[in-house]
């Protein structure tokens, strides 16, 4: 009786069958993820699956990187566990759980919900574990024939020497989604398979911490293409700091900016501005940034530290803060803490999180921290600040002059033919020449924006006619780049627009009909320049 009943206890916490005495060894289900869902849930069987985790240095298992969503109102047929398959996580790079050595099986869950990827071929991803390709080119809404259909495949005998097994997930087309993770540890006891079942039901010692708590709840995110401009607009609008988007961004430097990469990688944006140049010009607009950032792998650590400091005595204090990569490959703001980590706001402007300090810098798509807060400062006169923005429009062309023709990243005009050979080159980013093409759009809708209020702010009749041609001259570059960013609309249909020859054709006339305004435009800065100076 006594076994019959460690047996049946066993059976709730892990969900297998009845088992034999603890001596023998089976296989048995010792977690389960319910990816992408903020709590535990027991299903129609009575199995628990665990609320979905990131990986911390504290934590037996967690995401890496990606971000989650939930679509609570389908309806998922053929399964004991449909409430799996109503939440996921998307776009992480992996999971890892940290497990006894010996065989493992894992059993991933999938069911395409999103109804912008309900076509055949519309999500595509690989995925590997411990560095074995296990899937490869995996689509889950035609693995499971159709649309919230659940479709579960068992990847087995992976054995694990370094205590780790890592799930990796590769994107092909859209983002990699996953709803749950069963992982099933081969040749147990009971009592192994019990303890390891308690081990990795743990949460982690340090949300259990009492670091007070701190939400600034007005602080919005600012919709932009330029997502660090719109984190920087919506604190100094939180901050009663009445500054418009156009100025913003041509006093950060943004609206004359442009940098591409030989292959279009959505990075190009990013990459630009190593920190300097842009925080030179923050004040210009009555602001400036306090940051905390890693140099490289090694002092990572070191920087989530400072991170997590930074962000604790600012809120406290009604600064607002924004970070890079925090919520994926953007900038977000962040708007409270608490002892489970950081909140942050980003595109819907819903608040996200928490996501545990420890894991900043594997929450995106890159190793990075980049966090900040925005501090209001006494702004230049208009004067000071347009001719600082000109000085910089200038030097990035000067940049772009001076890199070589094999840079990976081009700024500045020259930027322009790497876009159009990119744009022929068919192993360019498809989701990248989307991206590119609706940023620098932006940039130049604002640059346009921009001359026309330094035009009203300086009103000098010496100087007006010189803004106005500019002005013209970008007005041309906007209208030709809205034209490319129009045909490249971002709703992951990328690949087939770049293979089709003509489309390709109407977007190099495009381009290359603005940089030649561009080119003009760039001549009439420079002019406008040495006449303010």
Same mark, same amino acid.
């Given at each position: 009786?006594?076994?019959?009943?460690?047996?049946?206890?066993?059976?709730?916490?892990?969900?297998?069958?009845?088992?034999?005495?603890?001596?023998?060894?089976?296989?048995?289900?010792?977690?389960?993820?319910?990816?992408?869902?903020?709590?535990?849930?027991?299903?129609?069987?009575?199995?628990?699956?665990?609320?979905?985790?990131?990986?911390?240095?504290?934590?037996?298992?967690?995401?890496?990187?990606?971000?989650?969503?939930?679509?609570?109102?389908?309806?998922?047929?053929?399964?004991?566990?449909?409430?799996?398959?109503?939440?996921?996580?998307?776009?992480?790079?992996?999971?890892?759980?940290?497990?006894?050595?010996?065989?493992?099986?894992?059993?991933?869950?999938?069911?395409?919900?999103?109804?912008?990827?309900?076509?055949?071929?519309?999500?595509?991803?690989?995925?590997?574990?411990?560095?074995?390709?296990?899937?490869?080119?995996?689509?889950?809404?035609?693995?499971?024939?159709?649309?919230?259909?659940?479709?579960?495949?068992?990847?087995?005998?992976?054995?694990?020497?370094?205590?780790?097994?890592?799930?990796?997930?590769?994107?092909?087309?859209?983002?990699?989604?996953?709803?749950?993770?069963?992982?099933?540890?081969?040749?147990?006891?009971?009592?192994?398979?019990?303890?390891?079942?308690?081990?990795?039901?743990?949460?982690?010692?340090?949300?259990?911490?009492?670091?007070?708590?701190?939400?600034?709840?007005?602080?919005?995110?600012?919709?932009?293409?330029?997502?660090?401009?719109?984190?920087?607009?919506?604190?100094?609008?939180?901050?009663?700091?009445?500054?418009?988007?156009?100025?913003?961004?041509?006093?950060?430097?943004?609206?004359?900016?442009?940098?591409?990469?030989?292959?279009?990688?959505?990075?190009?944006?990013?990459?630009?501005?190593?920190?300097?140049?842009?925080?030179?010009?923050?004040?210009?607009?009555?602001?400036?940034?306090?940051?905390?950032?890693?140099?490289?792998?090694?002092?990572?650590?070191?920087?989530?530290?400072?991170?997590?400091?930074?962000?604790?005595?600012?809120?406290?204090?009604?600064?607002?803060?924004?970070?890079?990569?925090?919520?994926?490959?953007?900038?977000?703001?962040?708007?409270?803490?608490?002892?489970?980590?950081?909140?942050?706001?980003?595109?819907?402007?819903?608040?996200?999180?928490?996501?545990?300090?420890?894991?900043?810098?594997?929450?995106?798509?890159?190793?990075?921290?980049?966090?900040?807060? #925005?501090?209001?400062? !006494?702004? +230049?006169?208009? &004067?000071? =600040?347009?001719?600082? @923005?000109?000085?910089?429009? /200038?030097?990035?062309?000067?940049?772009?002059?001076?890199?070589?023709?094999?840079?990976?990243?081009?700024?500045?005009?020259?930027?322009?033919?790497?876009?159009?050979?990119?744009?022929?080159?068919?192993?360019?980013?498809?989701?990248?020449?989307?991206?590119?093409?609706?940023?620098?759009?932006?940039?130049?809708?604002?640059?346009?924006?921009?001359?026309?209020?330094?035009?009203?702010?300086?009103?000098?009749?010496?100087?007006?006619?010189?803004?106005?041609?500019?002005?013209?001259?970008?007005?041309?570059?906007?209208?030709?780049?809205?034209?490319?960013?129009?045909?490249?609309?971002?709703?992951?249909?990328?690949?087939?627009?770049?293979?089709?020859?003509?489309?390709?054709?109407?977007? #190099?006339?495009?381009? !290359?009909? +603005?940089?030649? &305004?561009? =080119?003009?435009?760039? @001549?009439?800065?420079?002019? /406008?320049?040495?006449?303010?100076?």
């Amino acid at each position: 009786m006594r076994h019959i009943a460690l047996a049946a206890a066993l059976t709730a916490l892990v969900g297998c069958a009845l088992v034999s005495p603890a001596t023998e060894s089976w296989d048995t289900v010792v977690l389960r993820v319910n990816c992408g869902a903020a709590a535990d849930y027991v299903d129609l069987d009575g199995n628990r699956w665990l609320a979905d985790r990131w990986l911390t240095d504290d934590s037996a298992w967690g995401a890496v990187g990606g971000a989650t969503a939930e679509r609570t109102g389908m309806a998922v047929a053929g399964t004991e566990a449909p409430d799996v398959y109503l939440s996921e996580r998307y776009g992480m790079r992996g999971y890892e759980f940290r497990v006894p050595n010996g065989v493992y099986a894992v059993r991933p869950h999938f069911a395409e919900t999103y109804e912008g990827a309900a076509t055949k071929g519309a999500r595509v991803f690989s995925v590997a574990v411990n560095d074995e390709e296990v899937l490869k080119d995996f689509d889950p809404f035609d693995a499971a024939g159709g649309l919230a259909r659940p479709v579960v495949r068992n990847i087995g005998d992976v054995r694990v020497r370094d205590g780790r097994l890592r799930v990796e997930f590769e994107p092909n087309v859209q983002n990699p989604e996953v709803n749950g993770i069963e992982i099933v540890a081969k040749g147990i006891t009971q009592n192994e398979a019990e303890r390891m079942a308690d081990e990795l039901a743990k949460r982690p010692p340090s949300t259990a911490e009492d670091v007070g708590s701190a939400v600034l709840g007005d602080l919005r995110w600012q919709p932009n293409w330029v997502t660090r401009l719109g984190c920087i607009g919506g604190g100094l609008s939180y901050l009663g700091r009445d500054v418009s988007p156009p100025w913003l961004a041509g006093t950060s430097g943004y609206v004359f900016a442009l940098n591409i990469h030989s292959q279009l990688c959505p990075s190009a944006p990013f990459v630009w501005d190593n920190g300097e140049a842009f925080d030179a010009l923050t004040r210009n607009a009555g602001y400036t940034l306090e940051r905390a950032t890693n140099e490289s792998e090694e002092d990572i650590a070191e920087a989530r530290s400072a991170a997590w400091e930074l962000v604790r005595r600012a809120l406290n204090e009604g600064t607002p803060c924004f970070s890079f990569d925090i919520g994926g490959g953007e900038y977000f703001v962040v708007h409270g803490y608490d002892k489970g980590g950081y909140y942050y706001r980003g595109f819907d402007n819903s608040s996200q999180g928490p996501i545990p300090w420890q894991a900043l810098g594997t929450t995106g798509i890159v190793d990075v921290v980049h966090m900040a807060a #925005v501090r209001p400062a !006494e702004p +230049a006169d208009d &004067a000071t =600040a347009v001719r600082e @923005a000109l000085q910089f429009a /200038l030097a990035m062309q000067q940049g772009g002059e001076d890199a070589p023709d094999d840079a990976g990243y081009m700024p500045g005009i020259r930027a322009y033919d790497r876009w159009i050979a990119a744009l022929r080159d068919p192993e360019s980013n498809p989701h990248g020449a989307s991206f590119n093409a609706q940023y620098w759009a932006e940039c130049r809708r604002l640059a346009v924006a921009f001359l026309q209020e330094a035009s009203d702010r300086l009103g000098n009749a010496r100087l007006d006619p010189l803004l106005e041609e500019a002005q013209a001259h970008y007005e041309t570059v906007s209208e030709h780049l809205d034209a490319v960013a129009e045909a490249l609309p971002m709703d992951g249909q990328w690949g087939a627009r770049l293979k089709d020859a003509e489309l390709v054709g109407e977007l #190099v006339t495009h381009l !290359e009909a +603005a940089r030649a &305004a561009e =080119a003009k435009g760039l @001549a009439a800065l420079s002019r /406008l320049l040495s006449a303010m100076e």
